[in-house]
């Protein structure tokens, strides 16, 4: 899987055992599970730049609630 898919699953494990508080926290990304996919700018970067990390979130977090 791409760094972008791996880091939604991740982000999807932490709001299911963390909830979502967490999931919207950057510094998730200098935490296990994330961490392991790579470093915050790698993953930052791997979703075009803070922006995109932020869309992805926010879409995310819309498909949980739409469910």
Known sequence: PS???SVLRAL???YE????AEMEDVQILK??????IGTAV??????GGRRGYDTAL???TEE???S
């Open 3 to 5: 760094i972008m898919e």
């Open 12 to 14: 999807l494990k932490v």
């Open 42 to 47: 790698e993953v930052i970067g791997a979703f």
């Open 64 to 66: 949980i609630y739409a």
């Open 31 to 36: 935490l296990r599970p994330i961490a392991e």
């Open 17 to 20: 055992s963390e909830g979502p």
């Open 58 to 60: 926010t879409k995310l």
